[in-house]
């Protein structure tokens, strides 16, 4: 698949790199959902929320950066440190509870990837108009959640930015 996302008109600042692949993963979702095509964008949003919870959990200090990418903790795990460090329930874009919705979403992106084929030995699988409304749905939620945690972790880094300011002004 061709890039789709366009060149923005402005330079973005910080990260442009990650600002461009963000840019790409979102337009990449919209269309993949438009087009039916729910495990892309499960798959982006899935990544995208794992993003976020990692630059989160290692801009606290609850996770340390490892030296390869992909030896971050996986999803679950990451959602488990999450909750650990926000023990009450984070409300956003209509959740009450982001970080069970995230979990619960998990669950979900989990039955709609794996689901297609896998079954029990000799038994039947899932309709697949019932698993693709699974898939669909999964999709949908995903983006909203992905959103959702994306805010949060923009608006606590932003607010712990400050704390930190205000600290070292006051010392």
């Known amino acids: 698949m061709a890039k789709k996302s366009q060149s923005p008109t402005i330079s973005p600042k ?3 790199t990650k600002y461009l692949s963000y840019r790409e993963a979102w337009t990449r979702i919209k269309l993949a959902r438009q087009e039916g095509f729910f495990f ?3 798959t982006l949003e899935e990544s995208i929320i794992t ?3 990692i630059n989160y959990l290692v801009f606290v200090g609850e996770i340390k950066q490892p030296t390869e990418v992909y ?3 996986n999803f679950y795990e990451l959602i488990q440190s999450w909750k650990k460090l926000h023990p009450m329930p984070i409300s956003a874009m209509g959740r009450s509870n982001l970080q069970e919705a995230v979990d619960q979403w998990r669950i979900l992106r989990n039955k709609a990837i794996h689901g297609m084929v896998k079954s029990h030995p000799g038994s039947p699988t899932e309709a697949v108009d019932d698993f693709l409304a699974v898939a669909e749905s999964a999709a ?9 945690v994306s805010e949060w972790c923009r608006k606590m880094k932003r607010q712990l930015e400050s704390d930190r300011s205000s600290l070292s002004l006051d010392c």
């Open 51 to 53: 993003d976020r919870l």
């Open 40 to 42: 892309e964008a499960i």
């Open 140 to 148: 949908s939620e995903g983006e909203i959640l992905a959103r959702a």
């Open 71 to 73: 030896k971050y903790p």
């Open 14 to 16: 910080g990260n442009a």
